[in-house]
């Protein structure tokens, strides 16, 4: 490999530093990619449970169609195909005793349909749905302000009756911002309202992954490759180095130097801290990143002796288990897996602080309780297999002091950017939100490049 220097050094190949390296590579740059671990897409990973042999993801992640930066990136690849499309949003809700409820958004296009399916759920007042539906109004006209508020907070505050809240909003807001609703910023759940569910035609269209999470960024390296690009696994980066107030390059744990006009991270600001320079570790200006708290996320996977529930996935109401998704629907598998465990099903609990000091058999037992109640046609069901995944520092934690602290993607040193779904996108932390961290960062280098 030539070490003679590169127009852009990205360090980090979680989905920020994937989508700054192909923006820039389309834009004929000579970028070198490095990766600690030996595989890319940081927390949007796959592998194989020893247990089954099936393959399961890190986490169960859903995608919306107002994830246009990802969707690009997914398109460039040639992955977007593995993606199942709802051809309008429709998701079922069902309360701890099975009661259930559904919102359907298919009788009118985009955000006039979303109001229709509010109109209609089942198990909601009409006092709590007119509330609603004014609120959508107020996001459509701009009269709202989310200062300093907490979701909670901002819900309150324009009369959303607790029924709604309760059987309606959480879910949304846990799901998105991986924060409870007394925590997380108002304006990042506004911004969801405003791009998902009231947006453009298909901004609302969920999307799920057919396949495991790796197998979305697959043809990366190979397209990197071809587009002059150069990706380097299981290398750490040590030390970014600084020479007369700018970046000359980086060093690695093994001695490695590489030269590059600018670099961009895409690392999470614990792991950014311990590569920047002394004197910028405690400079004013990055003082944010020692603020930064985080939510765990915790999913819990269960194989039955039966096929479970006739659903691909649900919100869950009144339980500690917040989504449940059927993967036997959603996602191929091979023949022998599912005569060998009919049910497969997925589970996820965001802001899951409760679970996370909690034993892996105690988790099961819980959320195995909380499903044969709310599926009582399948309490007689028999668990098989099980596996636990807890990630303590999924993402990081949306308060409203800390949405005006976010650091932004371009930095007061010229050439270094900063990448990751924590910076300042004015987004949750989302695979969208890491996604488009990428993309402006990738921006600021082409127009800085352009300028030399």
Not at 259 to 264: G, L, N, P, R, Y
Not at 292 to 305: G, K
Request: charged content about 20%; some cysteine; hydrophobic content about 40%.
């Amino acid at each position: 490999m030539q070490n003679d220097g590169y127009e852009c050094i990205i360090i980090g190949a979680g989905v920020a530093g994937i989508t700054a390296a192909v923006e820039l590579a389309k834009a004929k740059k000579r970028v070198l990619l490095l990766e600690s671990k030996s595989y890319i897409g940081g927390r949007a990973r796959s592998f194989t449970d020893t247990t089954t042999g099936e393959t399961i993801d890190n986490g169960q992640h859903v995608l919306m169609g107002c994830y246009t930066s990802l969707l690009s990136v997914l398109k460039e690849l040639r992955t977007e195909q593995l993606l199942i499309k709802q051809s309008t949003l429709t998701v079922n809700f069902i309360d701890s005793k099975g009661q259930r409820d559904l919102l359907d958004t298919s009788k009118f296009p985009g955000k006039t349909g979303v109001a229709f399916g509010i109109a209609n759920l089942r198990n909601i007042s009409w006092k709590s749905k007119f509330h609603a539906l004014k609120l959508a109004i107020r996001l459509q006209l701009g009269t709202f302000s989310t200062k300093n508020l907490t979701a909670q907070d901002f819900l309150k505050k324009y009369n959303q009756p607790q029924e709604i809240i309760e059987r309606f909003w959480n879910p949304i807001i846990l799901a998105t911002l991986n924060s409870t609703p007394h925590q997380a910023a108002a304006s990042l759940l506004v911004e969801v309202l405003r791009l998902a569910f009231f947006g453009e035609r298909d901004a609302s269209q969920i999307l799920i992954p057919s396949v495991g999470l790796s197998a979305l960024f697959d043809t990366f390296p190979q397209w990197l490759e071809q587009h002059g690009g150069s990706l380097l696994l299981g290398t750490t980066v040590d030390k970014i180095e600084i020479k007369n107030g700018a970046i000359s390059g980086i060093t690695t744990s093994r001695g490695e130097h590489f030269k590059a006009k600018t670099i961009i991270t895409a690392l999470p600001p614990k792991q950014l801290l311990k590569i920047l320079p002394i004197e910028l570790q405690s400079h004013e200006k990055f003082s944010a990143l020692h603020k930064y708290q985080f939510s765990p996320i915790v999913s819990v996977y269960l194989w039955y002796d039966r096929a479970w529930c006739d659903i691909d996935f649900a919100a869950m109401l009144g339980t500690t288990t917040q989504w449940v998704f059927n993967r036997r629907k959603i996602i191929p598998h091979d023949n022998s897996l599912q005569v060998k465990y009919p049910g497969h099903i997925s589970l996820t609990v965001s802001a899951g602080n409760e679970l996370i000091e909690s034993s892996p058999e105690q988790v099961v037992m819980l959320c195995n309780e909380e499903l044969k109640s709310a599926f009582p046609e399948f309490a007689n069901a028999e668990l098989q297999a099980w596996k636990v995944i807890k990630e303590k520092s999924a993402t990081f934690l949306s308060t409203p002091t800390m949405e005006m602290q976010r650091i932004p993607t371009k930095t007061f040193i010229s050439n270094l950017f900063l990448a990751g779904d924590w910076t300042d996108t004015k987004l949750p932390a989302t695979l969208e939100g890491a996604a488009q961290s990428g993309k402006y960062a990738a921006h600021f280098v082409s127009d800085l490049l352009q300028k030399r």
